[in-house]
């Protein structure tokens, strides 16, 4: 596909890199194309980045139909720039797509696009340890109506902002609590795609922990609130009595391409993973009896985080004596060693980005 291209007339200085930390600053330039049913996608365009008008009635805007992705652009020690596991994202983008009936990007065009748009914005990935440029690309429903349907329109952009390291002062344990009330999500619902809304409902939650010193919250199945999910926007995965486990994928977790890269490099050393259901009730107990070795959550914002202590009903769980456990710091030093290029991709995850 053609890809037309405007320049920002005046290039933005690039942030000091101490002060990035996450989506505060944007590259000079964005990726925008339109979707018309009949017509399929057409109008993909590099324009200066900035704010862009949409009509009133904007299906987005009432109607909620929006979804994204995460995934972040490297850079190498010889300055290249790398990606990880981009087909992953465009495949749960789709899949994201055709449960809120929004358009399929066929997975060629999306990759093209993907790679052209970061090749064109490459200079912003930031050079410090740690670093790096994260991308974003997103698609809401643009209808121009209040009509309720899946939408005949639909608008696909991309994004991109570069990041600081997520652990500036070193990896520290978090503290989560187990959320007993609000759910993320339910099966059947969207619980699997990454969408806007299942934020938007998991705000509450996520307050509510902040406001009692914890960063996040451990989410539990709608139906019975009994199984673990998900922690805050990770996925999450336990060593307990030797076993490495991680909620199976029941339709209400986001299937997370660093959970899916955690399993595969665990498999590949000889470890047994379990999906499996975890109930609440199991985690407590390991708690209790000091069987629950370690626990992290998992996703491409921070890679690996370990799990210090877990609050349940009023009690209080310190996990690993409150330090990051052995295989937590394997995962963490084999996946990024993987995206930062320093040691060898025997996966084949990684996408280099052609030098402009
Ligand atoms: C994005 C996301 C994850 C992590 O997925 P990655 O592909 O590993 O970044 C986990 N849970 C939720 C709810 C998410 O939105």
Redesign the pocket.
């Known amino acids: 596909m053609d890809i037309s291209i405007t320049k920002i007339a005046q290039p933005k200085e690039k942030p000091e890199a101490s002060t990035l930390g996450f989506g505060k600053y944007f590259t000079d330039h964005m990726f925008i194309m339109n979707y018309t049913e009949g017509e399929g996608w057409h109008d993909a365009r590099i324009v200066p980045f900035g704010p862009f008008s949409i009509h009133p009635a904007c299906t987005v805007l009432h109607y909620g139909s929006e979804i994204f992705e ?2 972040k652009a490297y850079r190498k020690k010889d300055g290249s720039v790398q990606l990880f596991r981009p087909i ?2 465009i495949r ?1 983008m789709n899949t994201s797509a055709e449960r809120l009936c929004l358009p399929q990007i066929p997975e060629d065009l999306a990759m093209e696009v993907l790679t052209k748009f970061v090749e064109f914005e490459q200079d912003w990935t930031p050079f410090a340890e740690g670093t790096s440029l994260y991308i974003r690309p997103f698609m809401f429903g643009s209808d121009e109506t209040l009509g309720v349907h899946a939408v005949h329109n639909a608008t696909f952009m991309i994004i991109t902002s570069p990041v600081g390291s997520y652990y500036k002062e070193g990896i520290n344990p978090v503290k989560i609590m187990i959320e007993a009330d609000d759910v ?1 999500a339910v099966r059947g619902g969207t ?1 699997y795609a ?1 969408c806007g809304g ?2 938007a409902a ?1 705000n509450r939650a996520g307050q509510k922990a902040e406001l009692q010193g914890y960063s996040q919250v451990l989410w539990l199945d709608g139906v019975e609130r009994k199984y673990i999910e ?1 922690v ?4 999450v995965m336990f060593k307990i009595n030797g076993e490495i486990v991680t909620p199976a994928l029941t339709g209400s ?9 955690c399993i595969e490099v665990l498999k590949s050393e000889g470890y047994t993973v379990s999906e499996r259901l975890i109930s609440v009730n199991e985690l407590e107990e390991a708690l209790e009896n000091g069987t629950l070795e370690e626990a992290w959550g ?4 921070a890679v690996v985080s370990p799990i210090g202590e877990l609050a349940y009903k009023g009690k209080k769980f310190v996990i690993n004596e409150g330090k990051i456990g052995k295989v937590t710091q394997h995962l963490y030093d084999t996946l990024t060693g993987i995206q930062w290029g320093k040691i060898e991709d025997k996966f084949n995850w990684t996408c280099p980005i052609k030098k402009n």
């Open positions: 995460g995934l992953e994202n749960r993320r619980g990454k299942n934020y998991s998900e805050g926007a990770m996925n977790i986001l299937p997370g391409i660093t959970r899916k890269s998992c996703g491409t914002a």
